[in-house]
């Protein structure tokens, strides 16, 4: 399952509060080692280094120019 933003904060909360990483395993169902994870993450950089940004878009003829630019 993927979590969402608001998922990730509430499962920080939960984590705060005593909750174990099987129960939280099983509410939100996802692997504990993941939770570990993102949890780590979060104790290491704050809550915003799970918030998921939006991808850059590069036109193509952006792409071939910066390419040829490299390769030349």
Known sequence: ??????DKI???????LGWTWSRL???FGVHDSL???MIRLIDKHGLE???KGKNRYYP???KKQ???EVLM
């Open 1 to 6: 399952m993927k979590l969402s933003y608001n």
């Open 35 to 37: 939770l570990k994870y």
């Open 60 to 62: 193509p003829e952006l």
């Open 66 to 68: 910066m390419i040829n």
């Open 49 to 51: 280094i799970v918030h």
């Open 10 to 16: 509430e499962i920080y909360q939960m984590r705060q």
């Open 25 to 27: 395993s099983q509410k």
